[in-house]
Structures are given as C-alpha cells and as structure tokens.
C-alpha cells in the first residue's frame, strides 16, 4: 500500500519559477527521502531529511517537515528545463533481516516550459 | 564511478515465455533489491536479499523468483510472464539498517514488454 501521496500529481511551470510539492505519510516514520525519475530512467537520490530534522537544504532544493502533520514539502527554486523529471517521496519500510526498504508516493510529474 | 548496472534496458518476451532480468553493482553493498514499477506509478517493492538471505514481500506473485549468486550479481526471474507483468523493474542497493540511513542506489532499470 502506498504510504505517501504527492500532490499535485502534475505540475507545469515556466523556467526560472519555483515549484513545489507536497507529500503526505501515514505512519510515524525515521526519515523521509525525496527522489527524482527521469523519463525511462532509475531514481536518483535528492535529499534525505531526518524525523528530528524540519527543514533541509541542497543546492536549489529545500526540505521541510512536519511531523505532527505526517507531511513534507520539496520546493525546487529557479527551476530549469533540465529539472523536468518525476519527484518521488518516500519512507522507510522496516524489512525482516536487518534491511530497510521504501514505500514510495505516487509522485509529482513536474514539467518546466522553456 | 561504483554503480548499479541494469541489463538489458529493454526486453521483449512472448507471453509464458519465461525471461531473466539482471543486475550488478560494484558498490559492494550488502542489499540488493527488486521494485516493480508500471507506467505512471510509484515502485513497488518485490522482494529484498540481505546478502544471502533472501525476503519476499507477502503480495509478489510466486510468479517472480531471484537469485543472487554473489555480492554484486542479482537476478529477477519472471517464470511464466503475463501481460500485467509489462513494467520497468528497477534493481537497488544499500547498506543494511543502522548505517546512518544511507539511501538507495538505482539503476536505470529494464523496461519488460510481454507480446
């Protein structure tokens, strides 16, 4: 089942704008991770933000957190057309054997216009 | 650069017909694992290995098996493919818990079609 919910679920702005999403969980979690899917592509890791943590910065992209709420933010600032990609959350999913997995959102397709 | 190597990027196979999906890495993690991702989807996981030990998730059809030789190979086996099984499948690694949560390392995953 799908801990997180992204929202939107597509999002087209015009370059140089910033844009943000937004995702929802269910259960208490350790640490909540944002990921980015190129089209065809695997994911690649963005930013990993800790549950004692609210806010987090990398580069042009910023994290906050809230607990209390079971919610998180990925604001990507003066975006570019090389960001156009899809953004996943995700939370840890405790596996037998010592190993953690991640469920992950349904994610946001962002598109940036030239 | 250490990495997750997925091949092919794309296979085709006849339905029932059944196909291998491979992955290596050379970042000498001890977990190595297999999400399902179908179009407009989040991944899904199938199934994990803590090294030798392998660990199904409780809804993977018995239809998709694996096998891990060594530490850096990981196979997915599709025993009898069905045309709900066309998806990308995405291998994975990292270390295991209490490694200071590192993340997850993709491939860039196969894209299976089923004629």
């Known amino acids: 089942s799908q801990q997180g919910e992204e929202d939107p679920q597509a999002l087209s702005i015009q370059e140089g704008e910033n844009a943000t999403m937004n995702c929802s969980y269910k259960?208490?979690?350790?640490?909540l991770q944002w990921y980015r899917q190129n089209s065809g592509r695997g994911l690649v890791h963005l930013i990993l933000?800790?549950?004692?943590?609210r806010e987090k910065h990398s580069g042009r992209l910023r994290v906050t957190l809230d607990t209390s709420k079971k919610s998180s933010s990925l604001l990507i600032t003066a975006s570019r057309a090389a960001d156009t990609a899809s953004y996943f959350c995700?939370?840890?999913?405790?596996?037998?054997?010592?190993?953690?997995?991640?469920?992950f959102g349904k994610g946001t397709h962002l598109i940036i216009q030239p | 650069d250490a990495m997750v190597i997925q091949n092919p990027r794309y296979q085709v196979t006849q339905f029932g017909k059944p196909v291998t999906l491979s992955c290596s890495q050379t970042?000498?993690?001890?977990?190595m694992y297999w999400y399902q991702q179908k179009s407009s989807q989040a991944p899904k996981l199938l199934f994990h290995?803590?090294?030798?030990?392998?660990?199904n998730e409780a809804d993977t059809p018995d239809n998709f098996q694996s096998r891990r030789p060594n530490t850096s190979f990981c196979f997915l086996d599709i025993r009898s493919p069905g045309l709900g099984d066309a998806a990308m499948y995405l291998c994975?690694?990292?270390?295991?818990?209490?490694?200071?949560?590192?993340?997850?390392?993709f491939g860039d995953g196969t894209r299976l079609s089923i004629l």
């Open positions: 995700a939370t840890r999913k405790i596996l037998g054997g010592g190993a953690d997995g991640l469920t």
């Open positions: 994975a690694t990292s270390r295991p818990r209490g490694s200071s949560n590192q993340p997850q390392h």
């Open positions: 933000i800790r549950s004692n943590e």
């Open positions: 259960t208490s979690i350790n640490n």
């Open positions: 290995y803590y090294d030798k030990d392998f660990n």
């Open positions: 970042l000498n993690h001890n977990v």
